[in-house]
Every structure is written in structure tokens, then in C-alpha cells.
């Protein structure tokens, strides 16, 4: 057998970047040949991926790229945010990201199927930790009339991309810095869908009774300490108020104006108020989680869906948010709660 010097178990740690100890033992098993000890490592490499496949990865970076009409953004998770300021994590993000952008896959089972998929393995060996590519979203302007544009927050964990449909080129290039704003706004907000229309009606009506009865124990409260009441309302989204909810509440806001004593002649003049009051107040759904619907956080006097539209005036055209997404690291993903009194316990046992 031939003899496993320092010298050599230097090589193939810089080389693989694996511990010092498995290096050794790579070289002992291969006899002293730095390829087979290589391969041996690889192999060995699979094996920690396999082991770890159970465990949560729910921390990590997002990966962001944006050039005239194409955007990508990727997600790639590790177990510990530790990792994720690793150089050999960021660098596999980097390169993920440019994959995708590049190529275009259909899925991340496409991704991780192809040649490429292999440097996420070498990544767990050399990193020692779960890795994986949880979901990419590319985007892409189809003609000269559409207009894109995107974010990424300082930290490197949120990301957005936003597409506008323009009535011709001029206003799509000119909109595209207002459009940053708009995936700037996003990525604090947290909308989940472009436009109330987009919600599920169970979803809606799941959401309807929690909401009103959040209201009334804040009323309460209110009540305690003499602060003003908020209106408490019927419903929770602008999906919930068919014309035949908004003519109802039309006729009652006119009984109570004429119980009060306003004259009817100049309830014309009142009612459009007091509609858009009810509105408001019955959309605190939309208001959280529909992007147009949304308050400006540039200008919280206007919807998004106002301030694009504002925008498409002082551009002299017409423009349309037609798409976003928004992604945020380990969003959606259940973390695992260590109990380490019971670990520390359980390892003296």
C-alpha cells in the first residue's frame, strides 16, 4: 500500500474542499491515487446528500438576474443561514442562476436531471449540509410592447419580478423605472395575487369571519382606552360585493342620510363618498394581499392600481401590470424546532 503523506491529503482537501479526515481516509481507501480518491470522495458525497434528504432546508439566498426582456429569479435553500454566506453557496447560486437563464429548463427536476444537477452534489460534500433547488421563475417580455422589470433586497433573500403590457414600445421602455418601484413595493407588501380576481372564493370566505371578528376585538379595545372605532365590516374583498350587496348598501346609506336630516336633493352628492367609504372597508382582504389593490407605498393616497395609471397618464399611454412574482426564501416552508436541552440530554445519554 503506498504511503498517505500530508503533503497529499493537502491536494485533495484543496481540490474538493471535503474534511481533512475523510480526505485521508479517501486516499487510504484508493491506495494512495489522488482520481480514485477524487471519485471516491464524489461517491462518498452522494451518500451525505442521500442521508440528509430528510432534513430542512429552509434558509438560503435567492439568485436574481434581469437583462432587457428576460428575468430570472432562483431559490436555492440550506439548513442553516450560517451556509448561506458561504463562498461555495454563493457561487452555486450564481451559477444556478446564469443555468437557468441560459437554458431555460422546464422544472428543477429537469435541472437537477441534467449535468448541471451534479454540482449540487459536489456542493453537499464540500459544504456538509442539505442543499437544494427549491423553485426558479423566469420571466420574459414577449414583444416590443411588453416591459419588465425587478428587485432584489440587500439581503439577498427577496426578489421580484414585474411585467407591464404597454400600447406601444415608447411607453413600455419608459415605464420600466417606475415598474422597479412597483417591485420594490412588492417586496415589503407581500401580495400574494395580481388583482382580487384572483383569489380562490373558499379562500375569500375562510377569510371573511376571522377578519370581521379581528375587527370587533379590536373595537373593543379601542373602546377601553376611548380611541375612535373602525367600521366593522360585512365582507373582506371586492370578489364578495355583487351589485346587488353594493345597491343595498346604496339604499341604506340613503335611509340614514334622510334620518339624519340631509335633504335629498343633495344626496347625489353624498352617496358616491359613502360608497367608496363601504368599499374600502369591506376589502381589507384585497387590501393586504392583491398587489393592485394594494396601497402605494410611494404614495399611500392611491392604490398600485392608481398610481400605474397615474404613471400611464405622464407617459401618455396606457399601461398594465399583467404579472409578478415574488419570492422569498424558506417562505411556505415548515421549520423544524430543535429542543436543544433534549439533544444535549439525549448525547450524554
Known amino acids: 500500500m503506498a504511503a498517505v503523506t500530508a503533503a497529499m491529503v493537502k491536494e485533495l482537501r484543496q481540490a474538493t474542499d471535503a474534511p481533512m479526515m475523510d480526505c485521508k481516509k479517501a486516499l487510504v481507501e484508493s491506495d494512495g491515487d489522488m482520481e480514485k480518491a477524487k471519485a471516491w470522495l464524489k461517491e462518498r458525497g452522494m451518500?451525505?446528500?442521500?442521508?440528509?434528504?430528510?432534513?430542512?432546508?429552509?434558509?438560503?439566498?435567492?439568485?436574481?438576474?434581469?437583462?432587457?426582456?428576460?428575468?430570472?429569479?432562483?431559490?436555492?435553500?440550506?439548513?442553516?443561514?450560517?451556509?448561506?454566506?458561504?463562498?461555495?453557496?454563493?457561487?452555486?447560486?450564481?451559477?444556478?442562476?446564469?443555468?437557468?437563464?441560459?437554458?431555460?429548463?422546464?422544472?428543477?427536476?429537469?435541472?437537477?436531471?441534467?449535468?448541471?444537477?451534479?454540482?449540487?452534489?459536489?456542493?453537499?460534500?464540500?459544504?456538509?449540509?442539505?442543499?437544494?433547488?427549491?423553485?426558479?421563475?423566469?420571466?420574459?417580455?414577449?414583444?416590443?410592447?411588453?416591459?419588465?422589470?425587478?428587485?432584489?433586497?440587500?439581503?439577498?433573500?427577496?426578489?421580484?419580478?414585474?411585467?407591464?403590457?404597454?400600447?406601444?414600445?415608447?411607453v413600455a421602455q419608459k415605464v420600466k423605472p417606475f415598474l422597479k418601484n412597483v417591485a420594490m413595493h412588492a417586496s415589503a407588501m407581500k401580495p400574494k395575487v395580481l388583482s382580487y380576481n384572483d383569489f380562490d372564493l373558499e379562500f375569500v370566505e375562510s377569510e371573511t369571519k376571522g377578519r370581521i371578528e379581528a375587527i370587533k376585538k379590536e373595537n373593543e379595545e379601542r373602546a377601553r382606552l376611548g380611541k375612535p372605532l373602525i367600521n366593522v365590516p360585512e365582507f373582506v374583498s371586492r370578489i364578495q360585493l355583487t351589485e346587488a350587496v353594493l345597491a343595498d348598501a346604496e339604499k341604506r346609506i340613503k335611509e340614514e342620510l334622510l334620518a339624519e336630516g340631509k335633504p335629498e336633493k343633495i344626496l347625489d352628492k353624498i352617496v358616491p363618498g359613502k360608497i367608496a367609504r363601504y368599499i374600502l372597508d369591506n376589502t381589507t382582504l384585497d387590501q393586504e394581499l392583491a398587489l393592485l389593490n394594494q396601497q402605494f407605498v410611494l404614495n399611500d393616497k392611491l392604490s398600485v392600481a392608481e398610481a400605474i395609471e397615474e404613471e400611464a397618464k405622464k407617459l401618455g399611454g396606457e399601461v398594465e401590470l399583467v404579472e409578478f412574482v415574488r419570492i422569498e426564501v424558506g417562505e411556505g416552508i415548515e421549520k423544524k424546532e430543535d429542543d436543544f436541552a433534549a439533544e444535549v440530554a439525549a448525547q450524554m445519554s
Open 47 to 170: 451518500a451525505k446528500a442521500a442521508k440528509k434528504a430528510d432534513r430542512v432546508a429552509a434558509e438560503g439566498l435567492v439568485g436574481f438576474r434581469l437583462e432587457d426582456t428576460k428575468g430570472v429569479i432562483v431559490e436555492i435553500n440550506s439548513e442553516t443561514d450560517f451556509v448561506a454566506k458561504n463562498d461555495a453557496f454563493q457561487e452555486l447560486v450564481k451559477k444556478t442562476t446564469d443555468y437557468v437563464f441560459d437554458n431555460e429548463p422546464a422544472s428543477v427536476e429537469e435541472v437537477m436531471e441534467s449535468d448541471f444537477g451534479k454540482e449540487f452534489i459536489e456542493a453537499v460534500a464540500k459544504i456538509g449540509e442539505k442543499i437544494e433547488l427549491r423553485r426558479f421563475f423566469i420571466m420574459k417580455a414577449e414583444d416590443e410592447n411588453e416591459a419588465i422589470n425587478g428587485y432584489i433586497h440587500s439581503n439577498n433573500r427577496i426578489a421580484v419580478l414585474v411585467k407591464a403590457r404597454c400600447n406601444n414600445a415608447d
